[in-house]
T-cell receptor, first 109, second 114 residues
Framework: QKEVEQNSGPLSVPEGAIASLNCTYS??????FFWYRQYSGKSPELIMS????GDKEDGRFTAQLNKASQYVSLLIRDSQPSDSATYLC?????????FGKGITLSVRP | DTAVSQTPKYLVTQMGNDKSIKCEQN?????MYWYKQDSKKFLKIMFS???????INETVPNRFSPKSPDKAHLNLHINSLELGDSAVYFC?????????????FGPGTRLLVL
């Protein structure tokens, strides 16, 4: 059974701080990993994808993947109130995404 | 331009009724999905079609029947609706083999069974 585990949260950080979101996964065969952001009442929106070990940066977002530890994380630098949302981690294999339960981030002004 | 669209957006119905949800994508993708997101926000895959062929069928009651008339459309028919079917149903699409399974989600259909 493929599983993706995320810290239950919620996570609260002050505006301008770094928010660190973590995720572990069970399927060693997965080649692709994703972070989706979901605002309340909206659909999941892809913000980062990562396929190889190391860091991948896109603006204020950095995804980190460690396949040996089966660990993927998302760092959000200079957090803004508009970053307040639920963040879903997912692993992909054979056209199937398995999602974690999500963590709710609140950025305090 | 809406990439993945779903109708209806909201659906309120009585237990025991039969209802359908429709999904269309204009991204040129060949793979489409149905997900269910429960009240605790857990997002779980139900079905996936690739070029009109069913490729993923998770443990879903057979009251749920997907149909894909062409690769741009995927519908979900639900028979004999139960209270536990109340959830948000998301359609998604991707292109197999391209950008390694990146999936794009529709706006969701909020189903409430009374």
């Amino acid at each position: 059974q493929k599983e993706v585990e995320q810290n239950s949260g919620p996570l609260s950080v002050p505006e301008g701080a770094i928010a660190s979101l973590n995720c572990t996964y069970s399927d060693r065969g997965s080649q692709s990993f994703f972070w989706y952001r979901q605002y309340s009442g909206k659909s999941p929106e892809l913000i980062m994808s990562i396929y190889s070990n190391g860091d991948k940066e896109d603006g204020r977002f950095t995804a980190q993947l460690n396949k040996a530890s089966q660990y993927v994380s998302l760092l959000i630098r200079d957090s803004q109130p508009s970053d307040s949302a639920t963040y879903l981690c997912a692993q992909g294999a054979n056209s199937k995404l398995t999602f974690g339960k999500g963590i709710t981030l609140s950025v305090r002004p | 331009d809406t990439a993945v669209s779903q109708t209806p957006k909201y659906l309120v119905t009585q237990m025991g009724n039969d209802k359908s949800i429709k999904c269309e994508q204009n991204l040129g993708h060949d793979t489409m999905y149905w997900y269910k997101q429960d009240s605790k926000k857990f997002l779980k895959i139900m079905f996936s079609y690739n070029n009109k062929e069913l490729i993923i069928n998770e443990t879903v009651p057979n009251r749920f029947s997907p149909k894909s008339p062409d690769k741009a459309h995927l519908n979900l028919h639900i028979n004999s609706l139960e209270l536990g079917d109340s959830a948000v149903y998301f359609c998604a699409s991707s292109q197999a083999g391209r950008i390694k399974e990146t999936q794009y989600f529709g706006p969701g259909t909020r189903l409430l069974v009374l």
